[in-house]
């Protein structure tokens, strides 16, 4: 399933899963993320729709999170593979 560059960060298990893969800089806030995709995604098959929808919701995740650490929205789109 390589259909963008986001794969590095959010990518489906065999069992159906959410692995994440965070650049090192938001590592630290990784349970926030995980909490809030369990949170919306609890119980729910992970059909074609959910995996975009928990893709874009890391993306915005990862920007608010960078905005709240100081670094530029520039680099962290770049950080996570965004194109």
């Known amino acids: 399933m390589a259909d963008d560059g986001l794969l590095t960060l959010l990518s489906v298990s065999e069992s159906g899963g959410f692995v994440l893969s965070l650049p090192p ?3 630290t806030y990784q349970p926030e993320l995980e909490g ?3 949170k919306v995604f609890s ?3 992970t059909s074609a729709g959910n995996i975009a929808l928990a893709k874009q919701m890391s ?3 990862c920007v608010s999170k960078c905005k709240q ?3 530029s929205v520039d680099r ?3 950080m996570i593979g965004y194109p």
């Open 25 to 27: 800089s938001l590592q």
């Open 69 to 71: 650490t100081g670094m």
């Open 59 to 61: 993306i915005n995740w």
């Open 76 to 78: 962290c789109l770049e």
């Open 43 to 45: 119980g729910r098959p």
């Open 36 to 38: 809030l995709l369990g």
